[in-house]
């Protein structure tokens, strides 16, 4: 069975950092795109970070370019995604999600629970 | 503002049928990227009802439909039943600077 699994939410004061991860299983994990995308409270779906099969493109919303860094370790089957000056705007249920293809153009289908990040001080 | 425009709401009463249009530009839909259309139940993580514009994973069932010409897609929902009550989402790739993975803003379709 097609599983990701996120971890490393929790509260964190504005300004400090977390680091995300996601650990994949049932598929082979190189072979496609991972995406990030949140979703705050009673808010609509935004697309955080995206990276493809082999790591070699990245990409970043508008709203967080400069503060988090996607990354992947495919000897590991986990997607990461480190978040740096954050801002309460940035508190959301993060969904790390499997991509269709190696590449994020042919859209997502599997996603994990999500993971809470809450950003107060 | 979302990159792909969405009815805030849809309604029908049990066993009509509904549609959520999906309306993108030519940098996404409108540029030949799949649509894809996600449905989320409040409280829960959203699912995969509809990719490559069309096509329904595995037990989806055939009363969901999706189609798409040129810069809209559209879902459609026949026989509607209690449990189809949920935000519906739309999704697709955007090839301009500032965007890549886009989503529309979210339809909520209310059962009568």
């Known amino acids: 069975e097609v599983q990701v699994l996120e971890s490393g939410g929790g509260l964190v004061q504005p300004g400090g950092s977390l680091r995300l991860s996601c650990a994949a299983s049932?598929?082979?994990?190189?072979?496609?795109?991972m995406i990030w995308v949140r979703q705050a409270p009673g808010k609509r779906l935004e697309w955080v970070s995206a990276i493809s099969g082999t790591g070699a493109s990245t990409y970043y919303a508008d709203s967080v370019k400069g503060r988090f860094t996607i990354s992947r370790d495919n000897s590991r089957n986990t997607l990461y995604l480190q978040m740096n000056s954050l801002r309460a705007e940035d508190t959301a249920l993060f969904y790390c999600?499997?991509?269709?293809?190696?590449?994020?153009?042919?859209?997502?289908?599997?996603w994990g629970q999500g993971t809470t990040v809450s950003v107060s001080s | 503002q979302s990159v792909l425009t969405q009815p805030p709401s849809v309604s029908g009463a049990p066993g009509q049928r509904v549609t959520i249009s999906c309306t993108g530009s030519?940098?996404?839909?409108?540029?030949?990227?799949?649509v894809q259309w996600f449905q989320q139940v409040p409280g829960t993580v959203p699912k995969l009802l509809i990719y490559?514009?069309?096509n329904r994973p595995s037990g989806v069932p055939d009363r969901v439909s999706g189609s798409k010409s040129g810069a809209s897609a559209s879902l459609a929902i026949s026989g509607l039943q209690a449990e189809d009550e949920a935000d519906y989402y739309c999704?697709?790739?955007?090839?301009?600077?500032?965007?890549?993975?886009?989503f529309g803003g979210g339809t909520k379709l209310t059962v009568l």
């Open positions: 049932g598929f082979t994990f190189s072979s496609y795109a």
């Open positions: 999704q697709s790739y955007d090839s301009s600077l500032s965007a890549y993975v886009v």
């Open positions: 490559g514009n069309s």
């Open positions: 999600v499997k991509g269709r293809s190696s590449s994020v153009r042919y859209g997502l289908d599997v």
């Open positions: 030519s940098s996404n839909i409108g540029a030949g990227y799949d």
